[in-house]
């Protein structure tokens, strides 16, 4: 009893899982009957050049089947007709990540490729191609979009370069700049500082030489007298001076007066022998 309860139960469980199964396969067939749908109408909206309708027709699609690649793509190159570019991106990156064919996947990435190359983002368009290739080697059109990226990146490079050149040189140029200015100024400073040396050098000389005209009690000396003295001080400099071997003036005064002297005792002397007389003498010489 207990074994037949069981094997109840298993059947029970595999039949309500089954017909959930099919239930949800038939609610998927009927999701995506209703996508697609939406995406014919918006395919038709497109060529009658109603855009907005059609936008609304694609997202409605987008709606009732997340995975829709046809409503995602189509709604992505209504965008590109729009100009409305990063949408379209957007919308293109998703239908290449749900795509399961190589087909969609290789269109999804070349018009990728496209819209990277309109926003001149070379390199990025360079992979898209390559991606899009990947899916459809034999797509000319696609190897043809990309030797234009490579060569568009190639020139972008070499202007990132030289911008990179130009941009270390000013920046150099700028640090250089920036160095001789400081150095002036620390030049101007040096000087201001040599000048505040020389005002004070210049304070201590006029204190000192105020110094000098005071006498030892701090008081302001006569300066008639300092002129006195100076003045005195610069006539006995302005006298004479003896030269070597030669008699001054002084000295030959004083050597006649003593030469008239002595000449005058000599004539004393004579003139009293003269009173005295001459004595006589008595015997005869012989």
Request: proline residues 1%; glycine residues 4%.
């Amino acid at each position: 009893m207990k074994m037949k309860y069981i094997i109840l139960t298993m059947v029970t469980l595999i039949t309500s899982l089954s017909f959930s199964q099919e239930q949800d396969k038939e609610a998927e067939l009927t999701a995506q009957k209703k996508a697609n749908n939406y995406v014919y109408e918006a395919n038709n909206l497109i060529n009658k050049e109603d855009f907005v309708t059609a936008e609304m027709a694609y997202r409605k699609a987008i709606s009732e089947q997340s995975t829709s690649v046809a409503g995602q793509y189509n709604l992505g190159s209504s965008y590109i007709k729009k100009g409305v570019y990063d949408e379209a991106l957007y919308r293109l990156e998703e239908a290449a990540k749900t795509s399961t064919s190589k087909a969609e996947k290789h269109k999804a990435f070349h018009n990728i490729g496209n819209i990277l190359m309109k926003n001149k983002k070379c390199k990025e368009a360079v992979e898209a191609y390559k991606n899009a290739l990947r899916n459809d080697p034999t797509d000319e059109e696609t190897r043809y979009n990309l030797g234009l990226a490579k060569e568009c990146a190639e020139q972008q490079k070499d202007k990132q370069d030289q911008n990179k050149d130009n941009q270390d040189n000013k920046d150099k140029q700028d640090q250089k700049d920036k160095q001789d200015e400081n150095k002036d100024k620390q030049d101007q400073k040096d000087k201001e500082g040599d000048k505040k040396d020389d005002k004070k050098d210049k304070g201590d000389q006029d204190k000192k030489e105020g110094d000098d005209k005071k006498d030892e009690n701090g008081k302001p000396k006569d300066e008639k007298q300092d002129q006195g003295k100076g003045d005195q001080d610069k006539k006995e400099n302005q006298k004479p001076q003896q030269q070597p071997g030669k008699l001054s003036n002084q000295q030959i005064k004083s050597l006649l007066e003593a030469m008239n002297n002595q000449e005058q005792k000599v004539q004393e002397k004579i003139n009293a022998e003269k009173q005295k007389g001459v004595k006589v003498k008595t015997d005869k010489d012989w």
